[in-house]
């Protein structure tokens, strides 16, 4: 059967020929115009990576603490009182002895004053007495009054002295308890939190600010106890303060205590810090620990390039380079960075290739 002849059909179809000259120019024209569509391929793209790397040496593990101050006095009230002079601001420094704020004593003065006026009319009725009582007495050696007249002379100047010191007791105790109307430093540091403000009602017992002393801080850390029974007997702990200290501090004191928390089954670990120590109560800090090696042999340790790790709020992890070339996002638990490698304490495995470019990595899918 022959190619039939679609212009005979098309033109005894009434479709005249000048259209189907157009028509079959316009379809040539579209297949060349299309060339055919490749079969898509894939193809890996692929990023900078290194390999896991393992050293032998004495492993050190990071427990989370919280950096303390050995003398931190919360300020309190000891008489009622409106706050009628406020001296100092949060962050401020102050000495010893250094007044801190004011509170209403107006009437504690007024019983101060009367206080010291009763004292000096007891001191002076005591005067008197004494000197009645001498006169007494030279009277008595010459015979002119009786035993009696003398033993009440010597009664009215005793009682006389003893009014006068219960007075001046008095007197004392109206002054100390007007002291109290004005709050001292009761030593040199730093003001942390000021809780009032001018014309506020202090009560016995109610916190007024809160004191720190700079130069005695420390770094308090729970240890749980079979870590606790694996440390090495020589005790060789290191401070770690992101943000406050560039590097790690070597403490000048440390205790560990004896006693173990029923709770969470752990000890309380405490690193003194140097004075010079940039840090302030409350901050975040770490307790590095050397473990003993539990056999002759060094402990092996994982590190990685510290700029492949990722950082993502709480999150720390890097992209694990898999079988087919693409990376994958893995988290790990970092530990402390030794020069441009920081240590991975779990997460990855000896041998296997993480990307040293984060930002290119997470880009391929």
């Not at 098309?10 to 579209?30: W, Y």
Request: hydrophobic share 50%.
């Amino acid at each position: 059967m022959g190619k039939p002849d679609w212009s005979v059909c098309i033109t005894s179809a009434g479709i005249g020929r000048r259209t189907l000259q157009a028509a079959l120019a316009f379809a040539a024209t579209v297949a060349i115009a299309s060339p055919p569509v490749p079969a898509l391929a894939d193809a890996p793209q692929s990023v900078p990576s290194a390999a896991v790397v393992a050293q032998s040496g004495s492993g050190s593990t990071a427990y989370e603490g919280v950096v303390e101050a050995l003398r931190q006095t919360i300020v309190a009230a000891q008489v009622p009182g409106a706050v009628v002079a406020l001296q100092v601001r949060a962050g401020d420094k102050v000495h010893a002895g250094q007044v801190l704020l004011r509170i209403d004593a107006r009437a504690a003065d007024q019983t101060a004053a009367a206080g010291a006026a009763q004292a000096r009319a007891a001191q002076a009725a005591m005067e008197e007495a004494i000197r009645y009582f001498e006169r007494e007495r030279q009277l008595f050696a010459k015979g002119f009054i009786s035993q009696a007249a003398l033993d009440r002379a010597q009664a009215r100047s005793d009682a006389a002295q003893a009014e006068a010191s219960a007075q001046i007791a008095n007197a004392g105790a109206a002054r100390t308890r007007s002291d109290l109307y004005v709050v001292k430093a009761p030593y040199g540091g730093v003001v942390a939190n000021v809780a009032v403000v001018l014309g506020d009602m202090a009560m016995p017992g109610r916190p007024l600010l809160t004191l720190y002393d700079p130069k005695a801080l420390r770094v308090t850390a729970a240890i749980p106890q079979t870590a606790a029974a694996k440390l090495a007997g020589q005790l060789a702990p290191q401070a770690e303060i992101p943000g406050a200290a560039a590097s790690l501090v070597k403490p000048v004191r440390v205790q560990l205590l004896p006693t173990v928390d029923a709770a969470s089954h752990t000890l309380e670990l405490r690193l003194e810090l140097p004075a010079n120590t940039n840090a302030a109560p409350g901050m975040f800090a770490r307790a590095w620990l050397s473990a003993a090696p539990s056999s002759g042999a060094a402990d092996t340790r994982l590190f990685v390039p510290s700029h492949a790790l990722v950082r993502r709020s709480e999150l720390t992890a890097v992209y694990v380079i898999g079988r087919d070339g693409k990376p994958m996002l893995r988290q790990v638990r970092a530990g402390r960075s030794d020069g441009s490698q920081v240590e991975i304490l779990s997460g990855v495995a000896v041998g296997e290739r993480v990307a040293l470019d984060p930002q290119a990595a997470a880009r391929i899918r």
